[in-house]
């Protein structure tokens, strides 16, 4: 992915992209004589306006126009720049649209009906913490411990414990436990763990797992070396 008009120019020139449409990839890096752009993520309405675009065949009819005709590709090539000037001013960061490309995401039930019921169960914070992480995992080379981050996030007093012998990490959680915790939890794991890893949570009144003090345990510590 690149960050949303990289390397912008006013020389630039931009076209419709009609294959290869990745969700969460709005502009492709490109030469300056040929940039493609995805508009199905949020700029749809505006390259396609549902006024003049009310059926498949009106739809096909305007790509084939965007893409053939000389005097539309102009036309696409204005909106594009007009669009990026009012991004670039406005501030709008790359994790931001992530963000509301994951909830719309949800909503559509992209990710299935338990995960877009488990974000209805969230509090607005909850919600917001959850999107702004997974923008960050999205865009991030290093992954590493994004989950507990989340959770640190989330429930603020959280003590994590990693036992080398047995390449465990338990998570004990200083709240309660209730559905709209669990649900913002269960969204922390799906959207956020690592793959393989094996992780227990443990919430306020529970006892740790475990006896004594392990040589290999780190204590109070999200290392996972």
Partial sequence: MSYIWSDYSTKRRYSLCTEHLVSGVEV?????????????????????????VQNEKNYSKLI??????????????????????????SGAAYSDILSVITEREILNGDY??????????????????????????????CRKNMFESFIEKVFREVNIYYQQSTAKTYIYIHTDKNEENLAALRLGSYFLADIGREV??????????????????????????
């Avoid at 090539?77 to 001013?89: E, G, K, R, T």
């Fill in 28 to 52: 492709w890096k490109g030469n300056e004589a040929d940039t493609k752009v995805n508009v199905l993520i949020r700029l749809k309405n505006l390259v396609f306006p549902p006024k003049l």
């Fill in 64 to 89: 084939e126009k965007y893409t053939n005709d000389a005097g539309y590709r102009d036309i696409f090539n204005f909106i594009m720049h007009m669009q990026a000037v009012s991004d670039l001013s």
């Fill in 112 to 141: 299935g009906e338990e995960v877009k019921e488990d974000y209805f169960r969230c509090g607005e914070k909850e919600k917001y913490l959850l999107l702004q992480c997974r923008s960050e995992y999205l865009i991030s080379d």
């Fill in 200 to 225: 227990e949570i443990m919430w306020k009144g529970q006892h740790l797992p475990f006896i004594g003090t392990d040589w290999s345990m780190v204590l109070g510590s999200i290392y996972l070396g």
